[in-house]
Protein backbone atom coordinates (compact mmCIF):
# COMPACT_ATOMS: atom_id res chain seq x y z
CA UNK A 1 0.00 0.00 0.00
CA UNK A 2 1.74 3.13 -0.81
CA UNK A 3 1.62 5.96 1.77
CA UNK A 4 1.14 9.47 0.35
CA UNK A 5 3.42 11.65 2.03
CA UNK A 6 1.37 15.31 2.21
CA UNK A 7 4.16 17.32 2.88
CA UNK A 8 5.24 17.14 -0.23
CA UNK A 9 2.22 18.02 -1.70
CA UNK A 10 2.15 21.03 0.81
CA UNK A 11 2.12 23.53 -2.84
CA UNK A 12 -0.77 21.69 -4.82
CA UNK A 13 -2.79 21.61 -1.20
CA UNK A 14 -2.17 25.12 -0.70
CA UNK A 15 -3.63 26.19 -4.06
CA UNK A 16 -6.26 24.24 -3.81
CA UNK A 17 -7.26 25.17 -0.27
CA UNK A 18 -6.47 29.12 -1.45
CA UNK A 19 -8.56 28.47 -4.33
CA UNK A 20 -12.05 26.87 -2.43
CA UNK A 21 -11.51 29.53 -0.62
CA UNK A 22 -10.99 32.44 -2.84
CA UNK A 23 -14.66 30.64 -4.27
CA UNK A 24 -16.15 31.12 -0.99
CA UNK A 25 -15.23 34.24 -0.37
CA UNK A 26 -16.29 35.36 -3.79
CA UNK A 27 -19.54 33.00 -3.37
CA UNK A 28 -20.06 34.45 -0.01
CA UNK A 29 -22.11 38.06 -1.11
CA UNK A 30 -23.64 36.29 -4.24
CA UNK A 31 -25.17 33.63 -1.59
CA UNK A 32 -26.63 36.41 0.80
CA UNK A 33 -28.53 38.24 -1.83
CA UNK A 34 -30.44 35.14 -2.93
CA UNK A 35 -31.24 34.06 0.47
CA UNK A 36 -32.07 37.60 1.69
CA UNK A 37 -35.32 37.20 1.12
CA UNK A 38 -35.73 33.86 3.05
CA UNK A 39 -33.73 34.40 5.86
CA UNK A 40 -35.49 33.53 9.04
CA UNK A 41 -34.98 34.69 12.67
CA UNK A 42 -32.34 36.75 11.46
CA UNK A 43 -30.03 34.11 10.68
CA UNK A 44 -28.74 35.43 7.03
CA UNK A 45 -26.39 31.62 6.82
CA UNK A 46 -26.22 28.33 7.70
CA UNK A 47 -23.41 28.20 10.65
CA UNK A 48 -21.44 26.19 9.19
CA UNK A 49 -21.04 28.48 6.26
CA UNK A 50 -19.09 30.94 8.70
CA UNK A 51 -16.70 27.77 10.12
CA UNK A 52 -15.08 27.38 5.97
CA UNK A 53 -13.03 30.37 6.23
CA UNK A 54 -11.71 28.90 9.62
CA UNK A 55 -11.67 25.31 7.60
CA UNK A 56 -9.07 27.08 4.73
CA UNK A 57 -7.17 29.16 7.47
CA UNK A 58 -5.84 25.74 9.04
CA UNK A 59 -5.61 24.00 5.84
CA UNK A 60 -3.43 26.71 4.57
CA UNK A 61 -1.52 27.37 7.39
CA UNK A 62 -0.08 23.43 7.37
CA UNK A 63 0.12 24.17 3.39
CA UNK A 64 2.16 27.43 4.16
CA UNK A 65 4.37 25.71 6.95
CA UNK A 66 5.57 22.72 4.80
CA UNK A 67 5.97 24.85 1.25
CA UNK A 68 7.58 27.63 3.61
CA UNK A 69 10.02 24.85 4.95
CA UNK A 70 10.70 23.11 1.79
CA UNK A 71 11.16 25.99 -0.25
CA UNK A 72 14.54 26.83 -1.84
CA UNK A 73 14.45 30.46 -1.97
CA UNK A 74 14.35 32.68 1.70
CA UNK A 75 12.22 35.35 0.29
CA UNK A 76 9.33 32.79 -1.11
CA UNK A 77 9.50 31.47 2.88
CA UNK A 78 8.61 34.78 4.08
CA UNK A 79 6.09 36.45 1.69
CA UNK A 80 4.54 32.56 2.49
CA UNK A 81 4.06 33.69 6.05
CA UNK A 82 3.56 37.35 5.51
CA UNK A 83 0.72 36.89 3.22
CA UNK A 84 -0.53 33.71 5.57
CA UNK A 85 -0.71 36.19 8.03
CA UNK A 86 -2.60 39.06 6.16
CA UNK A 87 -4.99 36.79 5.54
CA UNK A 88 -5.76 35.70 9.06
CA UNK A 89 -5.97 38.73 10.48
CA UNK A 90 -8.72 39.39 7.62
CA UNK A 91 -10.82 36.74 8.85
CA UNK A 92 -9.99 37.15 12.34
CA UNK A 93 -11.17 40.44 11.92
CA UNK A 94 -14.04 39.70 10.27
CA UNK A 95 -15.06 37.14 13.16
CA UNK A 96 -14.43 39.68 15.83
CA UNK A 97 -15.51 43.20 13.69
CA UNK A 98 -12.37 44.95 14.97
CA UNK A 99 -11.87 47.65 11.84
CA UNK A 100 -14.07 48.61 9.00
CA UNK A 101 -12.17 46.81 6.05
CA UNK A 102 -13.89 46.43 2.90
CA UNK A 103 -14.90 42.92 1.67
CA UNK A 104 -12.59 42.55 -1.23
CA UNK A 105 -9.93 42.68 1.04
CA UNK A 106 -9.45 39.21 1.80
CA UNK A 107 -8.69 38.80 -2.36
CA UNK A 108 -5.50 40.06 -1.88
CA UNK A 109 -3.58 37.57 0.30
CA UNK A 110 -5.55 34.85 -0.83
CA UNK A 111 -4.38 35.19 -4.85
CA UNK A 112 -1.43 35.85 -3.45
CA UNK A 113 -0.99 32.64 -1.94
CA UNK A 114 -2.13 30.46 -4.78
CA UNK A 115 0.34 32.47 -7.19
CA UNK A 116 3.10 32.25 -4.94
CA UNK A 117 2.34 28.17 -4.54
CA UNK A 118 2.44 28.04 -7.96
CA UNK A 119 5.72 30.19 -8.02
CA UNK A 120 7.16 27.41 -5.57
CA UNK A 121 5.86 24.41 -7.14
CA UNK A 122 7.75 25.68 -10.30
CA UNK A 123 10.57 27.16 -9.50
CA UNK A 124 11.92 26.56 -5.59
CA UNK A 125 11.52 22.97 -5.44
CA UNK A 126 14.78 21.88 -3.49
CA UNK A 127 16.70 18.82 -5.74
CA UNK A 128 18.13 17.55 -2.53
CA UNK A 129 18.31 17.85 1.60
CA UNK A 130 20.89 20.66 1.67
CA UNK A 131 19.29 23.31 -1.08
CA UNK A 132 15.87 23.65 1.65
CA UNK A 133 15.39 27.03 3.51
CA UNK A 134 15.41 24.78 6.87
CA UNK A 135 19.17 24.09 6.02
CA UNK A 136 20.45 27.30 5.25
CA UNK A 137 22.13 29.67 7.60
CA UNK A 138 23.30 32.39 5.79
Known amino acids: MKVVNLTSKSDFIGVM ?21 SAVAGEVHPWWWGTLDLTFLLISFFAVYWSARKTSKKWVRYAFWGLWGAL ?41 EHCCADHITH
Not at 17 to 37: D, E, K, M, N, R
Open 17 to 37: ASSLCFVHCIATPLLFVAQAG
Open 88 to 128: ALIIINEKLELWRLAEEVIYLPTIGLIFLHFYNRRYCQCED
